[in-house]
Structures are given as structure tokens and as C-alpha cells.
């Protein structure tokens, strides 16, 4: 029995590093930066990696437990990435948490702007959320962003009808725009 949990507990471990490879893969790929108006920064790759990690918690919310673990498992492993991250720029370790909770707040209220806007299946809304999240400081300057608006909205609606056993095996993919990675 007790060799059993740790089995489980390896086998759920690769589903998350698969799924999580996955994730981060979509979020670097070119075109979002190249044409779609992220900004190739690091923050701007915070906002990229957040909003297809937020598309992909909300298909996993009507999971039944298997793929809800494994989305919690992603969470704990996106904010791994982050603390990583921030020592990797030279926050020495006083700082960390503090940035850490800001961090964890810009994404939990990114999380709630955005599904705000999906739940109405508001494009307009979306973009302007977008833009605001993404631009925070540019105000009417920032670009527009309803080219990433419609890619999320797309996606969101692929994820609905997605079979659950892809959900369970980590091998969800979010096709990016082109549908090239």
C-alpha cells in the first residue's frame, strides 16, 4: 500500500512536469511577442506565462479530483518558478517574499479581471483587461490588445470541449495563434 502512494505520487509528478513543459512552452512561443503586442520582457513573460496558466485553471476547475490535483501540483510549481526567478535577478533572500506576495496577488487579480471578461465571453472587456495588466503604466498608449483577447477567447472555447482524459495525462496543449509552437 505504502509503495502504491509513492508510485502514484512519481507518476503524478511527471503528468505536472509534462503538462507544466507544456504550459511554459505555449507562453515563450514568438509570435505573442513578436506580434501580438507582449512586451519580451520579463514581466511581460510573467503576463504570458499567467494568462495561459489562467486558461488552463479554468478548464481543469470542472475536473473531477485527478485534474484538479494536478492543477494545484502546477500552481505550487509556477510559483516555484517565480521565487527561482526573482533570486536568479539578485533579490536577496529578504526581499523575496515580499515580492513573492505581490506577485501572487497580480496573478490571483489577473485571474478574476480575466475570467470576469471570459465568463461574459467579452472580447472588449478582455482586451481592455489585457491592456491594462500587461501596459500598466502606458495608459492610451498601450498597444491594443485584442488580438490576444480573441486568441484567449478561442482557446477558452477549445478547452471546454477538451476530453478529460487529456486533462488527466498532462497532455493538454494551448495551440498558440497560427497554431504553430
Given at each position: ?63 473531477p ?33 515580499k ?77 498558440p ?5
Amino acid at each position: 500500500m505504502l509503495f502504491g502512494f509513492f508510485r502514484q505520487k512519481k507518476h503524478n509528478r511527471l503528468i505536472v512536469e509534462r503538462q507544466y513543459a507544456a504550459l511554459t512552452a505555449t507562453a515563450r512561443t514568438p509570435v505573442f511577442y513578436e506580434q501580438l503586442a507582449v512586451p519580451d520582457t520579463v514581466m511581460g513573460r510573467f503576463e504570458m506565462l499567467s494568462l495561459v496558466l489562467i486558461l488552463y485553471f479554468r478548464r481543469t476547475r470542472q475536473s473531477p479530483r485527478s485534474g484538479q490535483e494536478i492543477a494545484q501540483e502546477i500552481v505550487d510549481a509556477f510559483f516555484e518558478d517565480v521565487d527561482h526567478s526573482i533570486r536568479e535577478l539578485g533579490i536577496g533572500d529578504q526581499g523575496v517574499p515580499k515580492r513573492m506576495k505581490k506577485l501572487a496577488g497580480m496573478f490571483y487579480g489577473r485571474l478574476e479581471s480575466y475570467a470576469a471578461a471570459l465568463d461574459k465571453d467579452d472580447r472588449d472587456l478582455l482586451a481592455s483587461a489585457l491592456r491594462r495588466n500587461i501596459y500598466p503604466e502606458t495608459g492610451e498608449d498601450a498597444p491594443d490588445m485584442a488580438g490576444l483577447a480573441e486568441w484567449m477567447m478561442d482557446v477558452e472555447r477549445k478547452l471546454r470541449v477538451l476530453d478529460e482524459g487529456v486533462v488527466e495525462t498532462g497532455t493538454v496543449r494551448l495551440d498558440p495563434p497560427g497554431g504553430l509552437l
